[in-house]
């Protein structure tokens, strides 16, 4: 390198320092100054890593006076450039000598970098194209927003989150039976409508217990970072904004919490949201003439939040009039009239066997048949009956079948509000078996005194006689050295040694315990999960329990472990103790049966002889039959008799358990009977989405384990300077490296991460972070690639004897983009498109003959010094070719705006005329639907007119006989 005092260099590494002067000479090092960054650099002479910047004539270059130059001729004397041509605001002839060019040039352009020396690794090239080309695929992707979730693929989930997820602003009621995974349908909507631009700000409202569960399920599983908002949590925001609400996006918090504090309702209120999501809805008191408060606080901010989705149990069990309340909240305008509302469910009972019968192949009775042309009175049924009734082919039977069941189920009353689903319509459920173990009182808590039952010692009483343990606690004496629950338990152990065992106890102190007990007594290897360990910690803990190898036998959770975790990788579940509440019986079983586990579940419950826990088993086993089926009526079975329970349970006299079991087993099958009669098949068929379900599953299991995203994931982690270490069990260690190109890599903790490709390894290993394209680590590290300028050019060698030496081509991408806002929808149809050219030395396009990547693999990488020279040996070829492809290029982009428009049209009038239609026969079609499409279509056809271009990436490539 040859330095001259005065002379202009560019930093290789550091290129955002802008232009250096040479001010400095000594025998070994040169002395840089960087003005417009005002830091100093000390090079050694002989291996700077910097690159004489030089411009040609045609170039325009600003001065440090502001003004800029049309360079025609370029002089050196002594090593400096002198650059002469016209001053751009005087038309001027003027002479500007380098020591003069603005200090804040920026080599912001491809073809600007790779003249002045910035030139890239080749590998860097390809890695950009490729972000291009997969960030353009998987903006068109219909299944954009569904794939990149760490959730099973079960059909009737993806079904659902599909239909509402690709809403503009979904008001829906997800009323699932428990166990069919509400919380994982509203995650993928939430996930789909940010993805999409379409929710930018979210609001989560639970009940306090369900807070924590939540926000790990939206994290783990979709990526989505929420805030719990609490009293402390907003005095604290209020420091950083007057209303806390609007200092997060995405805010989780409870109902309970707005009733305790009303000012902080109205602050909810007073910031805009894009969706609400209520979970827990039935829990929302309304009668016609009495609403609760909390029922009103969740209506006013449904009245102005355009998205609200709103998670129920099985709407049924709880009564019309209080599913009349959470359609109300969606529809005011449709739900208005509670007595209206039930002539019009009525006339759908009818058609809904109709269909049932048509889902069968059985044949349509004439009633049928005329409720059927009744509700589909704007259309000519008849010949789909004839059809039917015909000799014709099974397939053309089937399909007259389906279209008749499809427009039924389009203008079903509630169908686009309400999605439900049932185990009865749903198959893939585990048989339930339950093992009663009675175990021998011992002689300790035989002798616990227990006080006169009196208001203020009920509950101590009644918690005493459940949980006998709790008064051994915290003394010197190990409770589990007499209590024979623990050997019970010990012996299942070693007998299951090569199957995973989820123990529940009540309370974190027993949980505790019983983690002692097992490896103090047998070294069995248990691990615990209680309320009061961090998220990592429980994270920690279920990945023991997940590995299969050296992982823990045992899992031992207190109550908390009955939500928001599931284990269907196990199917042994020991209640050690059991809770009250039916509802958290199911909770507990449902983190074993689930849709997904693949054997039947073994439900063990050991309890004391001739105590509480006796009677509240036998309540639960011959009363509900809760440990065999699933109890939607639980709830309200146990709400008419508590008090009787409870009362057996702290009296001890068992005299009158068995009338008590026998009423409830009475009305328990008597409100069975009801749900079953007013189960609305057709609303199920619907929910499920039958083949249309099934077709998203094949899709979206075919682009599972995609090998070109494991290949750019390596190259993109490499290229950062992330270090990778395989890890076995198909997963792979990330962590930061010290020559990383950024300080922080978005989405990886600073302790680095595990991650896997594989979907199945990272459903039971919730430590590890399933990568997709949609994970933040790849979006964020595409992100990066582009903002950070990698890849922008480069120099290949072509080793090919049938060209000539030194035969020029030229690559170059560019990138067509429509500048609108992301929930405008644009990404659907005219995301960042690359369009590539490869250009000979005549100017000829061959890109349509020369394909990426089996020309990739010809080419050859250069360093950068013998980049810098052949750059500059074939300047002005590179100059011409850029202005050609220029003039190319307007072609190509003229193309990619006209389909893109004939695209966005074809689909949005095709969605627009069936919203139209369906207004007219089904009131559920909400007008600001309508118009917002329309508003949409009009808004869409200016963006992609506007559409510009410009140039990404460019390669220069020259042909070489040597190596």
């Not at 390198?1 to 202009?8: E, I």
């Not at 903002?787 to 060698?797: H, I, K, N, P, Q």
Request: glycine share 6%; charged share 25%; aromatic share 8%.
């Amino acid at each position: 390198m040859t330095f001259a005092l005065g002379q202009r260099w560019i930093s290789d590494t550091e290129s955002d320092l802008g232009l250096g002067t040479v001010v400095g000479l000594e025998e070994r090092t040169v002395t840089l100054m960087f003005a417009a960054s005002e830091e100093n650099r000390v090079y050694a002479r002989h291996d700077a890593p910097v690159t004489r910047v030089i411009f040609h004539s045609g170039d325009i270059v600003d001065s440090q006076e502001g003004w800029s130059l049309l360079i025609e001729q370029v002089n050196e004397n002594d090593g400096i450039l002198t650059y002469v041509g016209i001053r751009q605001d005087t038309q001027a002839q003027i002479e500007l000598r380098e020591v003069f060019l603005s200090h804040q040039i920026r080599f912001n352009k491809p073809q600007d970098k790779l003249f002045a020396g910035q030139v890239d690794r080749m590998d860097n090239f390809v890695l950009r194209y490729h972000a291009l080309q997969n960030q353009y695929q998987q903006s068109k992707s219909p299944m954009r927003g569904l794939c990149g979730g760490r959730v099973g693929l079960i059909p009737h989930q993806l079904y659902i989150a599909q239909e509402v997820g690709r809403r503009h602003a979904p008001r829906v009621l997800l009323a699932d039976e428990v166990g069919l995974g509400k919380t994982i349908e509203a995650g993928m909507i939430i996930h789909q409508q940010v993805l999409l631009g379409r929710a930018e700000r979210v609001l989560i409202v639970v009940p306090e217990t369900l807070q924590y569960q939540w926000l790990v399920e939206m994290m783990r599983r979709f990526n989505l970072h929420f805030s719990i908002f609490d009293e402390e949590r907003c005095v604290e925001s209020e420091l950083d904004s007057p209303n806390p609400f609007d200092s997060q996006q995405y805010i989780l918090c409870s109902l309970d919490f707005f009733r305790r504090y009303e000012r902080r309702h109205q602050q909810a209120l007073a910031v805009h949201w894009d969706l609400l999501v209520v979970d827990e809805a039935h829990h929302l008191e309304w009668q016609i003439d009495n609403p609760s408060p909390e029922y009103l606080m969740i209506e006013a901010l449904a009245k102005q939040i355009s998205g609200v989705l709103l998670l129920t149990a099985t709407p049924e069990q709880l009564g019309r009039e209080s599913h009349f309340a959470r359609l109300r909240l969606l529809d005011p305008d449709r739900f208005y009239d509670f007595d209206a509302f039930i002539r019009e469910e009525e006339q759908y009972i009818p058609v809904a066997e109709a269909v049932s019968a048509l889902s069968e192949a059985k044949p349509l009775s004439d009633e049928a048949k005329n409720h059927i042309v009744e509700l589909l009175s704007e259309q000519d049924v008849e010949p789909l009956f004839r059809i039917i009734d015909s000799n014709a082919g099974e397939d053309e039977k089937e399909s007259a079948r389906r279209e008749l069941m499809n427009n039924l189920m389009d203008r079903h009353g509630t169908g686009r509000v309400l999605f439900r689903n049932t185990r009865a319509s749903i198959q893939g459920f585990p048989q339930r078996r339950v093992h009663l173990e009675p175990q021998a009182l011992p002689d300790a808590y035989q002798k616990i005194k227990y006080p006169e039952p009196d208001v203020q010692s009920e509950k101590r009483v009644l918690h005493t006689r459940l949980y006998p343990e709790s008064i051994f606690q915290g003394i010197l004496q190990m409770w589990w050295e007499l209590d024979p629950r623990v050997d019970w338990l010990i012996e299942k152990a070693k007998t299951k040694r090569s199957e995973k065992i989820l123990v529940i106890a009540s309370r974190a102190a027993t949980a505790l315990d019983l983690e002692q007990a097992l490896r103090e007594r047998e070294g069995i290897r248990a691990t615990v999960f209680h309320e009061g360990m961090s998220i990592l910690e429980r994270d920690k803990a279920s990945a023991y329990f997940a590995q299969e190898e050296g992982g823990a036998q045992v899992l031992i959770c207190s109550e908390i472990g009955s939500e928001g975790r599931n284990f269907q990788f196990a199917s042994q579940l020991v209640m050690f103790d059991l809770p009250m509440n039916p509802d958290l019986l199911e909770q507990r079983i449902g983190r074993l049966d689930r849709i997904g586990q693949k054997n039947d579940i073994d439900i063990h419950v050991p309890y004391l002889e001739g105590t509480a826990q006796e009677t509240l088993a036998q309540w639960f086993h011959e009363g509900l039959n809760a440990f065999i089926e699933t109890c939607p009526t639980g709830t309200a079975v146990f709400e008419r008799f508590a008090g009787a329970v409870k009362e057996q349970l702290i009296s001890g006299d068992a005299s009158a358990l068995e009338e008590l079991i026998s009423e409830t087993r009475h009305l328990n099958q008597e409100l069975k009977k009801e749900l079953e009669h007013g189960r609305d098949r057709l609303l199920e068929m619907h929910s499920h989405g039958g083949d249309k379900a099934q077709k998203i599953v094949e899709k979206i299991s075919a682009k599972d384990g995609d090998s070109e995203l494991i290949t750019f994931s390596f190259g993109l982690f490499d290229t950062i300077g992330l270090n990778q270490d395989d890890c076995g069990e198909n997963s792979l260690v990330i962590t930061p490296s010290e020559h990383m190109l950024v300080p922080s890599y978005p989405g990886l903790p600073s302790d680095g991460a595990t991650v896997t490709f594989e979907r199945d390894v990272a459903l039971s290993r919730e430590d590890i972070h399933f990568i997709t394209w949609e994970h933040p680590m790849i979006q964020g590290g595409i992100d990066l690639i582009f903002s950070e300028g990698v890849g922008t050019s480069a120099v290949s060698l072509l080793k090919n004897k049938a060209l000539p030496v030194g035969t020029v081509l030229l690559e170059l991408i560019y990138v067509v983009d429509a500048q609108a806002p992301k929930k405008s929808g644009i990404s659907r149809f005219l995301p960042k498109t690359p369009i590539r050219l490869m250009l000979d030395a005549r100017g000829n396009d061959l890109s349509g003959q020369v394909e990426f990547e089996g020309f990739n693999r010809q080419l050859s990488p250069v360093n950068r010094h013998i980049a810098n020279k052949l750059v500059t040996s074939v300047q002005n070829e590179v100059h011409q070719l850029i202005e050609t492809s220029e003039t190319m290029i307007e072609a190509r982009v003229d193309l990619v705006r006209q389909e893109a428009q004939k695209e966005m049209e074809t689909v949005l009038n095709e969605e627009l005329e069936r919203l139209l239609a369906l207004k007219a026969v089904n009131p559920n079609i909400r007008e600001d639907e309508i118009t917002l499409l329309e508003t949409q279509i009009s808004e869409l056809t200016t963006y992609i007119q506007r559409a510009q271009y410009q140039l990404d990436s460019l390669r220069l490539i020259m042909v070489s006989h040597n190596g």
